[in-house]
């Protein structure tokens, strides 16, 4: 019985039809996570669109389930980003540094691209990868996509959420 629940379960996410704004939003992702290069030449295409797909339903629910009173302790965007993190992504990140600095030094803003430009959050959220995968690569850490994932969830061991992005994966092997 259980095992035709699990078929059913498969079935049913198998067949997620996507609109127009959604398969925007997957190839923007895909594409721009082609761009974004870890140390040893991992890309993150199909991680980055499954990330969008898993965090929002590719743009439907860009405000988070962690909202709050204030936008700023909110997750937010098509990749669900917090204002810290991006913040912290700015200031951490070589690249990110040189081209968003100016996005510092006013919060309204910076909540503002994460909102409605679908291309910063995915530059925000690859270069996240990137980070924790070349973080995981120096430290020797067995599977740094795994990691890399995980810590993109906040977590260093959260199984739950990288088998959601593995099963999106699929998913979005499948139309792309």
Do not use: C
Not at 19 to 35: E, F, H, T, V
């Amino acid at each position: 019985m259980i095992k035709i629940f699990i078929s059913l379960l498969l079935v049913i996410s198998l067949s997620y039809s996507f609109d127009k704004d959604q398969m925007d939003i997957i190839r923007k992702s895909y594409n721009i996570g082609k761009l974004i290069k870890a140390k040893d030449g991992m890309t993150f295409e199909n991680t980055l669109a499954s990330i969008s797909f898993t965090e929002s339903s590719a743009g439907k629910y860009i405000i988070g389930d962690k909202f709050t009173k204030h936008l700023k302790d909110s997750s937010l965007g098509v990749y669900q980003i917090r204002l810290k993190t991006a913040k912290w992504l700015i200031k951490s990140d070589p690249w990110l540094r040189k081209n968003f600095t100016y996005l510092l030094k006013d919060d309204n803003r910076l909540i503002s691209m994460i909102l409605r430009r679908e291309e910063f959050g995915a530059l925000l959220a690859g270069h996240l990868l990137k980070i924790w995968y070349n973080y995981a690569l120096k430290k020797d850490i067995k599977n740094p996509w795994f990691y890399a994932v995980s810590r993109y969830n906040g977590g260093v061991h959260n199984t739950v959420y990288v088998a959601r992005i593995r099963k999106n994966i699929k998913l979005i092997k499948k139309i792309i």
